[in-house]
């Protein structure tokens, strides 16, 4: 379970911290789904668009990939 908090929600210096540390620059937005007797959900939209047909490299900000990390996402090799 992780801890999270969201402050100044309603203006453009709002901040979203994890565990603690913030993880503004990563997150573009969030929806918080809370239902009775469920535990609350929290869907974060990281900071990524994708408006390209063709191949390219794929870079992700150590930001974004820090989060993942944290989330539990493990990085492909290579």
Known sequence: MRTVK????????GEVSL????ISD??????LTMCAGDIP???????ADVLFD???????PEETRALLVRLGWTPPKG
């Open 41 to 47: 959900t929290l869907t974060l939209d990281v900071v």
């Open 6 to 13: 969201i402050t100044n929600a309603n203006r453009v210096d």
């Open 19 to 22: 565990d603690g540390e913030s």
């Open 54 to 60: 063709g191949q390219t490299d794929v870079v992700i």
């Open 26 to 31: 990563a997150v573009r937005g969030l929806t």
